[in-house]
């Protein structure tokens, strides 16, 4: 009786390694990696960030991605946020460019039903020693849906809230282009 069951133990941890071996044989194949946040910077261990200047003609825009890039920075904690330049290693800097709203989608008789707002951010990171580190710029430019509405009121909170989730998207991703190299 012993037997069967001793043999059914060798072949579900056979089949355990099969698929342990399948599954790292995928996920090296296809880019994925663990991102090692100390090795990526060097020796940079704090980033000041300092207030975006707003080129766009959306009040207000610049606080809301600065604050987005902040906790972004203080979320992952890769890197301790400092408010003084001076005792940062790295420096934060750079701009809302530009925010474009179109019609998405129409109804029957030609109301918009949706509206597509993009984001474009131009960043620099500069070391201590004056040298900048390379931002990809698509990670810096991004699209949200937001519906419309009778209301304009509506329309102006959900396009609000889009412009929030912009600034969410685009910190994250600005953070993960620092170590993306």
């Keep these: 009786m012993l037997g069967p069951a001793l043999w059914y133990i ?21 880019g994925y990696q663990i991102v090692r946040y ?14 975006l200047v707003n080129n766009s003609f959306e009040p207000g825009l610049e606080s809301l991605v600065t604050d987005a890039i902040t906790r972004e920075f203080l979320r992952r ?54 040298s900048t580190l390379p931002i990809t710029h698509r990670a810096l430019v991004e699209s949200e849906i937001y519906q419309a509405s009778a209301d304009h009121e509506v329309t102006r909170t959900n396009r609000k809230e889009a412009l929030r989730r912009l600034a969410g998207i685009l910190a994250g991703r600005f953070h993960d282009s620092l170590y993306e190299r």
Excluded at 14 to 25: G, H, N, P
Excluded at 38 to 47: I, K, N, P, S
Excluded at 77 to 96: R, Y
């Design 10 to 30: 060798p072949a579900v941890a056979r089949l355990a390694a099969v698929f342990i071996l399948a599954s790292a044989l995928l996920c090296s194949g296809c």
């Design 77 to 130: 904690g890769a890197l301790q946020v400092v408010s003084d330049p001076e005792t940062a290693d790295l420096t934060v800097k750079g701009s809302v460019q530009r925010v474009q709203t179109r019609s998405q989608s129409f109804s029957s008789i030609v109301f918009a039903l949706e509206f597509r707002v993009t984001m474009t951010l131009e960043l620099e990171v500069e070391r201590r020693d004056g």
């Design 38 to 51: 100390r090795e990526a910077l060097a020796d940079a261990r704090r980033v000041a960030i300092v207030g």
